[in-house]
């Protein structure tokens, strides 16, 4: 199995802090990577795939960047809404995995 | 605008089988564009897939859950559904259901979930 670190674990930030999260793979997985957002008592929302790509509707404070091993998801400027968990996840082969988590806090 | 929403028990007794249906609205699950994915989340742990299914019947699922995992799909309702055998208080946790286009057909991610169901496996 593809093993995904994150770091940090906690990241306590403030409105308008730019932040950066990483992501680390076990092995190369090219760009085969997704990252989400979850917020309490929610369900994971997609915020990027294909490691740099924004979905529709997603705003262009994300950003994500890598490939091969090693990932990172960058929020520009911290909005009140972003607080949250976030996790990275492999799609270059089964089983996927899942990142354990980086959140998010004021 | 396609949804997916699980239902089943929230309580299933040890050693018994639970057995969870994601229902899709807005979309058809037949479709060669996508396939359907199950993932838990234990309560304050992160994310674990458990499978995925295809209009096939094509099934991927999780070593670690594969012995007692089972997913299957019924185009009539709509909708596909996962079983797992011989649980324990290991395997409570809320089970989300997505989907997960396939190439060129959209994010090759999970880009749309149900909210989730808890299931608590306690006597």
């Not at chain 2, 249906?21 to 838990?40: E, H, L, P």
Request: charged share 15%.
């Amino acid at each position: 199995d593809i093993q995904l670190t994150q770091s940090p674990s906690f990241l306590s930030a403030s409105v308008g802090d730019r932040v950066a999260i990483t992501c680390r793979a076990s092995q190369d997985i090219n760009t085969y990577l997704a990252w989400y957002q979850q917020k309490p008592g929610k369900a994971p929302t997609l915020l990027i795939y294909a490691a740099s790509t924004l979905p529709s509707g997603v705003p262009s404070r994300f950003s994500g960047s890598g490939s091969g091993t090693e990932f990172t998801l960058t929020v520009s400027s911290l909005q009140p809404e972003d607080f949250a968990t976030y996790y990275c996840q492999q799609l270059n082969s089964y089983p996927f995995t899942f990142g354990p988590g980086t959140k998010l806090e004021i | 605008q396609l949804q997916l929403q699980e239902t089943g028990p929230g309580l299933v007794q040890p050693s018994e089988t639970l057995s969870l249906t994601c229902n899709v609205s807005g979309g058809s699950i037949s479709s060669s564009r996508f396939y359907w994915a199950w993932i838990r989340q234990s309560p304050g742990k992160g994310l674990e897939w458990i499978g995925t299914t295809y209009y096939t019947g094509s099934t991927y699922y999780n070593p670690s859950l594969k012995s007692r995992v089972s997913m299957s799909a019924d185009m009539s309702k709509n909708q596909f559904s996962l079983e797992v055998r011989s649980v324990t208080a290991a395997d409570t946790a809320v089970y989300y259901c997505a989907r997960h286009p396939g190439p060129k057909e959209g994010p090759d991610a999970f880009d749309i979930w149900g909210q989730g169901t808890m299931v608590i496996v306690s006597s």
